[in-house]
């Protein structure tokens, strides 16, 4: 399954019974934090994510409603006996934030701790079926939004037809790029009888805390699902753009230029109890979008 | 009123909906807050708790479970537009993090923050009406406890039979000391004729996280309310030596030794869903012991 659970959807006050953001991507059995504001190690075990099969955690910026539930997990992990490496990759600052945390506590991990800095745009993980990037989003500091996308071979292997016609199971990442197999009399089997077509690839941007940005649309084409904040309601765009957020109009048309499949709202500012008008002002641009609603897993399709 | 809410009963593991040490002391109108683990600010909104009417914040130890939610305490206090300055007494290190996480967010607090490193027992705060002190605790690493102290004067003047007998307002504080006054004609008046007996001063003390300390019960005695940690069962005395923890037995017997009127245990350890058993030990030593559930409210009498 790839998919995305929403752990906490609001802006930086909590309110409402709202957390501050964070996110679990599920993709190829591998479970990816993003973000971790405070009380998420709280919201994980009330919605039952597993914190050891967590090996990447994704900071998008350092303000703290995005990251001050992050020494608290490490904490817990420690706690649990974790041994596996955990991966942190982050703008600059968190690294000596948390080790100073953990030296001032005298502790000694059970794990290793390991951060990555970001400061360009481009590809964090690369395996073989899946790849997770960074990209450079507008907020007060720096600030970046992840793209998390399967990798996909065009075919799949039909396994019997393969064994069938005798093609050797080294040949089969060939054949999952289409090519026909020629065996040792020379003879040529068509790709198309040994294989089927692949599902198409799909993918998921998070874009963090952002003002309103078209270059963004231009780099999520055609990503299948996006999460876009909206802080405000579209009546308070000068307060948004002045604070570098969106509102309900902004993120819609980003999900409307970036000819995406489906929109996810959230980052609610606190002042907002009632969340109905997010959903019908973005909807009004974009009709296919949901508030991220804590709790909530959205399966990520092509 | 003198009393002590709970927001947080549990020890380092957030579970079974048991949130990391924090509690509020309500003292001649102010509020103090003892420790600040992850998710404070949630529960104080949840209890209740006027952010802005606490001016002083007291953190035992840096240990993450007392601490980790006061960088988002202090982060929305400042979005609320607070002005009036916070005072935070704690071991070494906090500033150095504090003032870290607000630099990488550049962030710019309305009001003065200032840090009181302790380094020794005593006095923290004195005013007319109250004092509290810190004294030394054994953890992991440095840890001090809090001894919150009314202070009254033996007696409170009858302001009406006082201005019979034409006692200026000058002296009044010397009839609460229980001095008689001598009026112009050089008669006597008898304290007894214009004071009334005050009621005694209630004190509360707050023992942090500890392993058995009898030096704590010296410096106890006769405080009304005790919290001391109770992170174990009994039988689980050689865990609770080897972390520094306590057991309820042990924070019974420094209840004892102290002569207390009452005994608030917490802390409890992660392991423990079922607490009445936590109850039901240290009653057996101590009977006047009570579980130190979350969100209720102890008055302090003397």
Request: a neutral charge.
């Amino acid at each position: 399954m790839f998919g995305v659970t929403i752990l906490g959807n609001n802006s930086a006050l909590p309110a409402y019974n709202r957390h501050p953001t964070a996110q679990v991507v599920t993709m190829n059995e591998h479970l990816f934090l993003i973000d971790c504001g405070e009380g998420t190690q709280m919201q994980m075990s009330k919605y039952k994510i597993k914190r050891s099969r967590i090996n990447h955690i994704f900071i998008s910026h350092l303000h703290g409603d995005h990251y001050f539930g992050l020494a608290g997990l490490i904490t817990s992990m420690g706690l649990f006996g974790r041994e596996q490496d955990l991966h942190i990759f982050s703008p600059n600052g968190l690294q000596q934030i948390i080790q100073l945390q953990i030296q001032v506590a005298n502790m000694a991990l059970p794990f290793k701790l390991i951060f990555h800095t970001i400061e360009n745009e481009g590809i964090l993980i690369e395996e073989e079926k899946f790849r997770v990037k960074c990209f450079a989003v507008q907020h007060r500091i720096p600030c970046w939004g992840f793209i998390f996308q399967e990798i996909k071979k065009p075919r799949k292997v039909n396994n019997e037809a393969a064994i069938q016609h005798q093609i050797p199971a080294a040949f089969y990442n060939q054949l999952k790029e289409g090519k026909d197999y020629i065996n040792k009399l020379g003879e040529t089997i068509a790709n198309e009888l040994v294989t089927i077509a692949n599902t198409a690839a799909a993918s998921y941007a998070f874009c963090a805390d952002t003002v309103y940005l078209p270059s963004i649309a231009e780099k999520l084409q055609k990503v299948s699902t996006i999460y876009h904040e909206a802080t405000y309601l579209k009546d308070l765009k000068e307060r948004a753009l002045l604070r570098f957020h969106s509102t309900t109009e902004d993120a819609a048309n980003i999900a409307l230029q970036a000819n995406t499949k489906r929109l996810l709202i959230g980052h609610f500012s606190s002042k907002y109890e009632d969340l109905s008008p997010f959903l019908a002002e973005a909807q009004a641009i974009f009709s296919n979008t949901e508030l991220a609603l804590e709790g909530t897993t959205f399966e990520i399709t092509a």
